[in-house]
């Protein structure tokens, strides 16, 4: 047929074809289809191919494209980033959209940091983290072995773990090596805090010193607790006296302690004098912590020292600074009549105040001093120990695991097994490691120490990150 001929028949039977109903419209392809050859065949697959699947990432505005990704999950945007290298490349574009998945998992996101193939391969760091988390392979474990005696006293900062010993002694450790770096003779230590120059111990003797590292020196030491006559704190050799809690601060030049006396001391660190005796606790004196405030109230304003003490009821909140007619600004309780204990576990952070109880963990707004939070873990509250609270996680044991919890929906995201620890009312003998990772994981500091413990047979037992894969 010649082509006028042909363009004459395809017109009128287009004209013929547009006149029909759907359904003629569909009789009449299926009648040309059984009519049509191999190569005709071909060609309608290849036309259909392009007109039925179009790519609406390559044929959409790259702001809408990106729009449209946010609703995808992140195992979803992975099979995409594998259709072809448009969509891939698209994906890989969206740095809001890894992000948002990375925060998701709990991660603090570095706004400034708009790479999102970096945002990607954090994701799938995180992925595999948290996926170590649920099947308790996040952890693993090693031993420090150096005292003789019973190791009541832990404390940790920059990647050293100080213990105190009955055995009289006190030791650095290297927690990345296990190695010892310093072992200096001491008295029998309750609790200890130190830094790159000296160690402050607080003893069963109801006496604290200061020693110097270097030297195994006592420089400062500071007498003023009394025993606590009925109560029964015994030391080694029976006194009824002790040290429950120590911290101190070089810029105030100040430390304080809480004892089994009932009573809160303010020293001159450099003097070794008491500067203030600060009364009004009725049970021993667990806990003591010296913190920065962060937040204005009509009490307090944004750095001022704040000093908090508490008891097997009551947390009291004192200014740091007023040596004379020093008097406690507020005092908060779970429950009025005392039918509720509190753990020494206490943290502040100069924001909230939070301690568990037999009913869960209460975390305090430290501006209003309101109590803003209540949880309540899947398992027995009482049962439950604080080790750290942070933005987006806490860090929790019982008598046989670590529990991570996630804050935003208050559900355990994974745990880790614990042996037979020795156990400590007074909380001094364990503590959590590394802890910035409780306000987001970021890649870096989901690694070194998460928690040690002291252990009957006067070892040292730790729990360490896992290397991220």
């Not at 419209?25 to 259909?48: F, K, M, P, T």
């Not at 996101?109 to 392979?137: F, N, P």
């Not at 355990?412 to 020795?422: K, S």
């Not at 007074?426 to 990772?437: E, K, Q, Y």
Request: proline share 2%.
């Amino acid at each position: 047929m010649e082509k006028a001929a042909f363009e004459r028949w395809l017109e009128s039977v287009s004209t013929s074809f547009l006149a029909l109903s759907d359904q003629q419209r569909n009789q009449s392809l299926d009648h040309l289809i059984s009519l049509s050859g191999a190569a005709q065949l071909r060609h309608l697959s290849n036309g259909l191919e392009a007109l039925l699947k179009r790519d609406f990432l390559r044929l959409l505005p790259l702001e809408l494209a990106f729009y449209l990704l946010r609703w995808l999950d992140p195992q979803t945007l992975l099979t995409c980033c594998l259709v072809c290298k448009q969509w891939n490349k698209v994906i890989n574009a969206c740095t809001e959209v890894w992000q948002s998945v990375c925060r998701d998992l709990g991660w603090r996101i570095d706004e400034s940091i708009q790479d999102a193939v970096h945002w990607k391969g954090v994701y799938l760091k995180a992925k595999l983290r948290m996926k170590q988390l649920r099947e308790e392979d996040a952890f693993e474990t090693s031993s420090l072995i150096g005292h003789s005696a019973r190791v009541y006293a832990l404390y940790y900062r920059d990647g050293l773990l100080c213990t105190g010993s009955d055995d009289l002694s006190a030791k650095l450790w290297d927690v990345r090596t296990g190695q010892c770096v310093y072992g200096i003779q001491t008295h029998t230590c309750a609790t200890v805090k130190f830094d790159e120059q000296k160690l402050v111990t607080g003893s069963f003797d109801n006496t604290i010193a200061c020693w110097e590292w270097s030297t195994g020196a006592k420089i400062q030491q500071f007498r003023g607790h009394t025993g606590a006559g009925w109560c029964q704190a015994l030391s080694a050799n029976g006194t009824k006296k002790i040290i429950f809690s120590i911290d101190y601060n070089d810029e105030l030049d100040t430390l304080v302690s809480g004892s089994a006396d009932f009573t809160v001391k303010v020293w001159s660190l450099s003097a070794g004098t008491c500067v203030n005796t600060l009364t009004g606790h009725t049970e021993w004196v667990t806990k003591v912590h010296l913190q920065k405030c962060q937040v204005e109230s009509m009490m307090h304003s944004p750095g001022d020292y704040i000093l908090l003490s508490v008891d097997k009821y009551e947390i009291k909140v004192w200014p740091i600074g007023c040596e004379i007619n020093c008097k406690c600004l507020k005092t908060l309780s779970v429950s009025e009549d005392r039918s509720v204990c509190l753990q020494p576990r206490l943290q502040f952070d100069g924001r909230y105040i939070v301690c568990c109880s037999d009913l869960g963990i209460y975390q305090w707004d430290f501006a209003s001093f309101d109590v803003i939070r209540v949880i309540k873990p899947q398992q027995e509250p009482s049962s439950l120990s604080l080790l750290g609270f942070g933005d987006v996680f806490a860090l929790l044991f019982d008598n046989h695991h670590l529990h991570v919890m996630d804050l935003r929906t208050e559900v355990t995201v994974g745990r880790w097994p614990l042996p037979a620890y020795r156990k400590s009312k007074r909380g001094s003998s364990f503590l959590p490691g590394v802890t910035s990772w409780l306000n987001g994981l970021d890649g870096k500091n989901d690694a070194g120490l998460v928690f040690a413990t002291s252990m009957p047979d006067h070892s040292i037992h730790l729990v360490l990150w896992r290397e991220n894969g």
